[in-house]
């Protein structure tokens, strides 16, 4: 990695931080979030806060100031393209339901792409405090368990368009000694990369979503395959071992492997 390259990581850890401190504070004082109001995008289960927004624009800002050339892509309405040399992918609120409704499981994700790829990825836990980061670079294979004895993270909409595939997400459930869901995509993912679970099946991500945590994975041995469908949401199962993606369902795994429709 070059020497400017490092120092963009390092602005970027920082910014984070400093972010996250700032929104840790913001919630105390709004309580029942009075200042952050809620606003349903498509549902009352697709929600935006004012707090959402908030970290958009300080961080967009702060980019912006310091590399006015790179683009900024995020959840909020900020559409700069890919097509950069660099550009920085933000989630400013991954999982703002859990941040309204418990004050904890929510994080900051910024993925910084690099001639339309990833390069590295930053995932800030907010409350805990705790960041995971990562260079996409190649790594040997990760070590992993097999699905009988590890976790899978899965949700019920998911499972949902999982049977509307013709997969059985019930049988998919019981390869696994165990299945979670923890509303917050981005946290999802590093725990395959830290080794905690094994496996992560989504139906519906943005790039958003999951473009910090993509470089995490790279950069920890794990694989995250992935299919784009004609409404612009992406279907992305992350694991860390070929026996553990060998238990999905194959009308999953077709359209990850570009066989089936998306």
């Not at 004012?50 to 559409?79: F, K, M």
């Amino acid at each position: 990695m070059k020497v400017q390259e490092k120092a963009m990581i390092s602005f970027a850890r920082n910014l984070l931080f400093s972010t996250g401190r700032a929104l840790r504070e913001k919630r105390k004082e709004s309580a029942a979030l009075p200042g952050a109001l809620v606003h349903q995008k498509t549902g009352h289960s697709d929600i935006v806060t004012d707090h959402d927004l908030w970290v958009q624009q300080q961080i967009a800002e702060q980019i912006h100031g310091r590399y006015p050339a790179h683009h900024v892509l995020s959840e909020e309405g900020l559409n700069q393209s890919l097509d950069a040399e660099f550009c920085w992918i933000l989630d400013p609120i991954d999982g703002t339901t859990n941040y309204c409704a418990w004050g904890d499981g929510y994080a900051i994700s910024l993925g910084i792409f690099k001639e339309g790829r990833p390069f590295y990825g930053l995932v800030l836990d907010v409350e805990a405090q705790k960041l995971c980061e990562g260079e996409a670079k190649p790594q040997p294979q990760a070590a992993g368990r097999p699905a009988s004895e590890g976790i899978l993270y899965m949700g019920f909409k998911t499972m949902q368009d999982l049977e509307r595939m013709g997969a059985n997400p019930y049988a998919l459930a019981e390869a696994f000694r165990g299945v979670r869901y923890g509303g917050c995509a981005s946290l999802e993912l590093c725990e395959v990369a830290q080794g905690r679970a094994d496996c992560y099946v989504n139906t519906h991500l943005k790039l958003w979503d999951f473009a910090a945590a993509w470089a995490i994975l790279q950069s920890s041995g794990c694989q995250l395959r992935m299919a784009q469908s004609p409404k612009g949401q992406y279907m992305v199962c992350a694991y860390r071992s070929e026996e553990v993606y060998a238990v999905l369902p194959e009308a999953l795994k077709a359209r990850l492997e570009g066989k089936g429709d998306k």
